[in-house]
């Protein structure tokens, strides 16, 4: 593989067919590359740009949101799925005020300390906010190296390999390197996509190891996810939309998606959000995690 011209088209076509995505204006602080990157993991770009702007409008400061109860993050996460983020999102910004000074660090293993960061979100902050020269890869990166480097249909499961081979890849300059990783993402996520790739408008195509071959199918080893309908998922989902709407008057446990099918489900739902410390239960009363308030001041609550 030639990296030169890899590098160099796909950063020429990301700087013409970029999408205006609110994190990519100039001027866009760490602090709110953080959120989005919290909020992006598994939800739709559409669904997570009037959340993002909420959400920095109630909170635009780390130190903003670790004032907050952490209640008041799970109720403004409202429906972008995967709940335990907005606790996440809360301990982190808790983190950056007492460590930190209130300032996102720019430092990846300082990053990686942080409550619910990974590999992928370090490095994102770092390279996005602060120019550092890191491989950035996600879901849409993989699947760009997967078939223009090593001509497969899909992506295997995550490992660290991926961080090496787009290491591999990233041009010296920083400024570029950021812009190939941004690029390689973009490039994924809009024209070679998972199941309809657009190979008739891809810059890269005479560079792809995939169509070169032909475009063989050589298997689907990802992880797949459970059906949503019917799962753990939707109904602690329903628990906590009845919550968040009460919010910040408890709910009685017994009123907690009463009217779901399987009840033992529903007990082992509320019971395994107690554990993600998603709500909080006493004497059969439940409310959204109040922080240093306690379940009889919630109770007290208008």
């Given at each position: 593989?030639?990296?030169?011209?890899?590098?160099?088209?796909?950063?020429?076509w990301?700087?013409?067919n970029?999408?205006?995505l609110?994190?990519?204006?100039?001027?866009?602080?760490?602090?709110?590359?953080?959120?989005?990157?919290?909020?992006?993991?598994?939800?739709?770009?559409?669904?997570?740009?009037?959340?993002?702007?909420?959400?920095?409008?109630?909170?635009p400061?780390?130190?903003?949101?670790?004032?907050?109860?952490?209640?008041?993050?799970?109720?403004?996460?409202?429906?972008?799925?995967y709940?335990?983020?907005?606790?996440?999102?809360?301990?982190?910004?808790?983190?950056?005020?007492?460590?930190?000074?209130?300032?996102?660090?720019?430092?990846?293993?300082?990053?990686?300390a942080l409550?619910?960061?990974?590999?992928?979100?370090?490095?994102?902050?770092?390279?996005?906010?602060?120019?550092?020269?890191?491989?950035?890869?996600?879901?849409?990166?993989?699947?760009?190296?997967?078939?223009?480097?090593?001509?497969?249909?899909?992506?295997?499961?995550?490992?660290?390999?991926?961080?090496?081979?787009m290491?591999?890849?990233?041009?010296?300059?920083?400024?570029?390197?950021?812009?190939?990783?941004?690029a390689?993402?973009?490039?994924?996520?809009t024209?070679?996509?998972?199941?309809a790739?657009?190979?008739?408008?891809?810059?890269?195509?005479?560079?792809?190891a995939?169509?070169?071959?032909?475009?063989?199918?050589?298997?689907?080893?990802?992880?797949?996810?459970?059906?949503?309908?019917?799962?753990?998922?939707?109904?602690?989902?329903?628990?906590?939309?009845?919550?968040?709407?009460?919010?910040?008057s408890?709910?009685?446990?017994?009123?907690?998606?009463?009217?779901?099918?399987?009840?033992?489900q529903?007990?082992?739902?509320?019971?395994?959000?107690?554990v993600?410390?998603?709500?909080?239960?006493?004497?059969?009363?439940?409310?959204?995690p109040?922080?240093?308030?306690?379940?009889?001041?919630?109770?007290?609550?208008?």
């Open positions: 593989m030639a990296v030169q011209p890899l590098v160099s088209d796909l950063n020429e990301f700087g013409h970029a999408r205006d609110p994190w990519r204006k100039p001027g866009v602080g760490a602090w709110a590359i953080l959120v989005s990157e919290f909020m992006l993991q598994q939800t739709p770009v559409n669904r997570v740009i009037p959340h993002l702007q909420a959400w920095l409008q109630r909170w400061t780390p130190a903003a949101l670790a004032e907050a109860a952490p209640a008041d993050a799970v109720t403004q996460w409202a429906n972008l799925g709940p335990r983020r907005a606790l996440w999102l809360h301990r982190a910004a808790e983190e950056i005020t007492t460590r930190h000074g209130g300032v996102v660090p720019r430092d990846v293993e300082d990053l990686l409550t619910g960061i990974g590999d992928y979100t370090a490095r994102a902050v770092a390279v996005f906010a602060y120019g550092e020269r890191h491989p950035v890869v996600d879901t849409n990166t993989r699947r760009v190296l997967a078939r223009v480097i090593d001509g497969r249909s899909q992506p295997g499961p995550p490992s660290r390999r991926d961080l090496d081979a290491y591999a890849l990233l041009p010296h300059e920083r400024e570029d390197a950021a812009l190939f990783n941004a390689t993402m973009e490039l994924g996520a024209i070679c996509t998972a199941r790739p657009r190979c008739d408008a891809c810059p890269v195509a005479s560079l792809c995939w169509r070169s071959a032909g475009y063989p199918d050589t298997g689907d080893r990802r992880p797949r996810q459970a059906t949503y309908e019917g799962s753990d998922r939707q109904v602690r989902g329903l628990v906590l939309r009845a919550l968040r709407e009460s919010s910040p408890p709910v009685a446990a017994e009123d907690l998606a009463p009217d779901w099918p399987d009840p033992a529903r007990d082992r739902a509320i019971d395994s959000l107690i993600d410390g998603l709500i909080e239960l006493e004497d059969g009363i439940a409310c959204l109040r922080g240093r308030k306690s379940l009889s001041e919630a109770s007290a609550a208008p």
